[in-house]
């Protein structure tokens, strides 16, 4: 390719295949749909690209990322800050967010707990999380980890850590997904939610 | 979601979900890792994609893209000038790089005709072909445009345009995909491979 293209081209085909989703063949359409939207598309990128790298932060006290730092999540009165939601990761928080789910506070862990990839405690955002319980203000974390091991597990290890601190710890039902059929589901997940049955 | 991350990060997200292949779901997931590895992944794309916006050019000679005009292609002394392959796109023109299919110039049309459509010989790259044809030192045409209908109709179409001219115009065998199973090929592919069979 390198006689076909120039490198500048080729370096940012190299580097679109590196996003998630994307391989060779498909970095290399989005590289051309890009060439031939120049205005529309190209420039309004790349400067997007250096706005964002330039104004990104981590927010300090719940880990979510945002331009600012406390986020605008941590900074917004309307919110309830006696209620953290814990997740693993921002785009769990997106996802809660996008189904306005709870008008709360979060708290961001960064992943779960992994004996194997020798990832503990101190490598994940609990000691601040710890410290976030501990305030008057905070009457319930709700553990938002994800149903999988490695999020129950993590999910247990907090439980044992806030227990004795005075607050509330909750986690998301589990059960039937809205929309979901009986017959496409997991036994795991049928058999929670005829354990987990509510009055009609 | 404006009260969750900030506009750079929504406005990035909006510019991603535009691009072929991602959606607004895997745009967000684009966003969220690039604002993860800020220092190995999105700096980088954002100079990438800056260079190439300042950079390319579209070839005045053959349509194809490149950061010089003339193109790479066709300053390549290496190459034979007397053979030229007319694709529809750059993408096709890639392609046939990657298979190194042949060292020849190419000529990119930038579509198809479509009556349709409204698209026209003047809207290609198709005057400035029959211009390439008449110099001398051009002796074959090689018509590598796609096999669907509209391909082939500007095939014909070109084949009218560049008879007389004293050029040989060939086009591409059609036939069984090398490791194609017979079993999965529609019956206009396997009658032109019977139709146009080889001695062995």
């Known amino acids: 390719m390198a ?20 391989g060779p063949r498909s970095a290399r359409r989005v590289a051309l749909t890009l060439v031939k939207k120049r ?23 719940c880990g979510n990322i945002d331009t600012a ?3 605008s999540i941590c900074t917004d009165p309307r919110r309830d800050a006696s209620l953290i939601v814990v997740v693993e ?20 862990l960064g992943g779960t707990l992994s004996a194997l990839d020798g990832i503990g405690p101190d490598a994940l955002n609990i000691p601040q999380l710890i410290e976030r319980a501990h ?7 709700i553990l938002a980890v994800n149903a999988t091991v490695e999020g129950q597990t993590t999910a247990h290890y907090l ?4 227990s004795g601190l005075g607050v ?11 929309g979901g059929e009986l017959d496409y589901l997991d036994e795991g997940t049928l058999s929670a939610a005829m354990r987990q049955r509510r009055p009609f």
Not at 9 to 22: F, H, M, N, V
Request: glycine fraction near 4%; charge should be negative.
């Open 168 to 178: 509330t710890v909750t986690r998301l039902a589990s059960g039937v997904p809205v």
């Open 89 to 108: 990761d921002v785009s769990d928080l997106w996802a809660l967010e996008r189904a306005a789910a709870i008008s709360a506070r979060y708290h961001v």
């Open 135 to 141: 305030s008057a203000e905070v009457t319930e974390i």
């Open 159 to 162: 439980m044992e850590q806030l």
């Open 39 to 61: 205005e529309a598309l190209l420039t309004p990128l790349a400067n997007a690209l250096t706005e964002v790298a330039e104004a990104v932060k981590v927010c300090s006290t």
């Open 3 to 22: 006689a076909t293209t120039g490198p500048e081209i080729e370096r940012l085909i190299q580097l679109l295949a590196k996003l998630p989703g994307l």
């Open 69 to 71: 730092d406390p986020c």
